[in-house]
């Protein structure tokens, strides 16, 4: 636990901030706790820090001796020193699919699916039930819908992963709490993964990931 004192609780080798998207993470708080405007942070506790436009500055900053960032709590807090791994700024990209999960040490990951995607809303069973027929010759079904059973799902890839950045999306598939930012509702949604596939070939510099997500059932009109 000492390792991880005072650091981001990430894997990844560097933080992504994208434009007009939320991103907050994680520190373990160390011994002597972190200042914030309203006291010390507890020692040795997980505290998440909301990224937004007024700590932007300061953490793309490579000369800052200090970030200033929220707590979700929106207590303003200092960072002493730094953040330990480097943030980068990123334009709005083309078709985005933005997730967040928990990842093996607690703390929030992110990750910005882009380029393509492949959505897939369909039709997997009908279920039926035989009416009741006063005159056979007239009748025109001998069964009705009464429910449908629908999958949606998208499936996303990355390739050009570092070793490091591999392992960190690939634990994706097994995080206990999913989640992707909702385009349209402007909001975080819960989703499940039905299938990965990680490609990492230990002569290879680069590695790849696919995924695919089931998204919230469709509404049916039955």
């Known amino acids: 636990r000492q390792e991880y004192e005072g650091r981001v609780l990430t894997r990844f080798s560097k933080l992504d901030i994208y434009e007009g998207y939320p991103l907050d993470y994680s520190i373990l708080v160390g011994q002597q706790g972190i200042p914030s405007a309203r006291g ?5 506790a997980i505290s998440r820090v909301s990224v937004d436009d007024s700590a932007l500055e300061v953490l793309l900053t490579e000369a800052a001796n200090e970030t200033e960032v929220q707590d979700e709590k929106g207590n303003e807090i200092t960072l002493l ?3 330990d791994i480097p943030a ?3 334009c709005r990209p083309a078709s985005p699919f933005y997730v967040r999960w928990i990842n093996q040490l607690g703390g929030l990951d992110y990750f910005m699916f882009s380029k393509q995607q492949t959505h897939k809303e369909q039709v997997k069973g009908v279920s039926v039930y035989a009416p009741y027929v006063v005159d056979t010759a007239t009748a025109r079904t001998n069964s009705r819908p009464y429910a449908m059973t629908t999958e949606n799902t998208v499936t996303v890839g990355v390739e050009g992963l570092s070793e490091n950045d591999f392992q960190s999306v690939k634990w994706l598939a097994f995080a206990r709490k999913i989640e ?7 909001k975080w949604i819960a989703l499940s993964v039905s299938k990965s596939e990680g490609a990492f070939t230990t002569n ?9 997500f089931s998204l919230p059932t469709i509404n ?3």
């Open 81 to 83: 020193p730094a953040l």
């Open 180 to 186: 992707h930012w909702n385009e349209a509702l402007g």
């Open 40 to 44: 010390n942070l507890l020692p040795l």
């Open 204 to 212: 290879r510099a680069t590695h790849a990931v696919e995924i695919t």
């Open 88 to 90: 980068f700024y990123h």
């Open 220 to 222: 049916t009109q039955f």
